[in-house]
């Protein structure tokens, strides 16, 4: 079992910047893939950006060059460092976990409680 705590939300104004947080307990050897989902109102969730425990790093097209993942595997922590924030990224930051990057993305194996993001213009 593994347990997720996302850190680093918070107000921002448009073109700010952020830097959430994500430290995982447990058993974490098993965890190969992790990621930061998004949630915005009246919207589903989408995955923003994966990495694997090697370093290969996937984003959806609406936040690439603006935002970037990160892992420091002595850490077991997962960033997202996230630039030129847009009032379209407002939305609840979801960190996830899975034994594998396919697995990640269709149906994760760990969820952090989230933490709220909010872009003003």
């Known amino acids: 079992q593994v347990q997720l705590v996302e850190s680093g939300g918070g107000l921002v104004q448009a073109g700010g910047s952020l830097r959430l947080s994500c430290a995982a307990s447990g058993s974490w050897f098993s965890i190969n893939a992790m990621g930061w989902y998004r949630q915005a109102p009246g919207k589903q969730r989408e995955l923003v950006a994966d990495i694997t425990r090697s370093g290969s790093t996937n984003y959806v097209d609406s936040v690439k060059g603006r935002f970037t993942i990160s892992r420091d595997n002595a850490k077991n922590t997962v960033y997202l460092q996230m630039n030129s924030l847009e009032p379209e990224d407002t939305a609840v930051y979801y960190c996830?976990?899975?034994?594998?990057?396919?697995?990640?993305?269709?149906?994760?194996?760990?969820w952090g409680q989230g933490t709220q993001v909010t872009v003003s213009s």
């Open positions: 996830a976990a899975s034994i594998s990057v396919d697995l990640l993305r269709s149906n994760p194996r760990s």
